[in-house]
Each structure stands twice: as structure tokens, then as C-alpha cells.
């Protein structure tokens, strides 16, 4: 099956059945699974939130690093695959986190992106992505995932890295 198939099926169970099937797919594949999630802001300093079509709420854009790709190219690869953004020059790193809650094997590296352009799926829908939006740092959706709420606090404040912990 094809992993938009794969999605569609996923979106029909309760979003914690998904997100163990998903994890646990990705274990048997690779025991340690290193991350990237990328805040990126706008002309107006608003920040890009996604909706996956399989988990419930709003997240930073992002996602695994492929074999043989750096940090960067997968954070730049993440976003234009989930909002149609085009990095222009590379995202700065802010901060790597383990991420406990997830496998305990996860690693996370966060990004910055603020030089981008519109590439032709700008914000547009697809078999991962529900809905992408830019929203202002101090008015944000209330269902956010904790660590997106603690990423985008410490990002206002200018705080990074406040722990070692996603």
C-alpha cells in the first residue's frame, strides 16, 4: 500500500492508535529516529502551524531525516513537502532535544526559517497535511501540542534552549 493510502486508513482510527502504529513503523525501520521540526515566520513575524490528516492538533512543520540527508535539507525538504515553502538559504539551527515522550529515541533538531518564497503547493492540502497557517506568536490556536507551546514560548522570548527535553 502506498503510504497516501496508508494515511487515509490511519485517519479513521482514534489519533493515539495512529500515532503508536506510526511510531512503531518507523522503530522496526529505525531504533533511533533523528528529527527535525522548523519554525517559520513570516514578513510579519507570524509562525507556520500545520494539521496532520492522521493526529489531532497543531504542530511545527517537520519530520525524519532521510539516509544521507543533513539536518538542514531536511528541515528545508519538510516544509516545502508540508506547506509548499521554498527555504532561500539555510534554516538556522536553535536547539536539539530528546524527545522522551514519543520513543525515548527520538531526537529533534529545531530550526528557524524565515527567508522562504511560495513554491506552487503554498499551503495547500495533501494526504499528510490537513491545513497549514500562519498565526500570530501571541494568538495561537489552543490545540497546540505541548512541545509546540513550549518551542513557540521559548521563541518569543527569545529562551533557547531552555532544556534538553522535546
Known sequence: MQAAGMLKL??????GVTKRIVQSAVLIRNPYILGVRVIVEDASRQVLLVRHTYLEGWYLPGGAVDRG??????ASREVLEEAGIEAEGAPRLLGMYLNREATGRDHVGLFHLSAWKEAPAYLAPNSEIAEARFFPI????????????????????????SGAYW
Request: cysteine-free; proline content about 11%.
Open 138 to 161: 501571541d494568538m495561537l490556536p489552543d490545540n497546540l501540542s505541548p512541545a509546540t507551546a513550549r518551542r513557540l514560548s521559548e521563541f518569543r522570548d527569545r529562551a533557547f534552549p
Open 69 to 74: 540527508e543533513t539536518l538542514e535539507q531536511a
Open 10 to 15: 490511519l485517519s479513521f482510527l482514534p489519533s
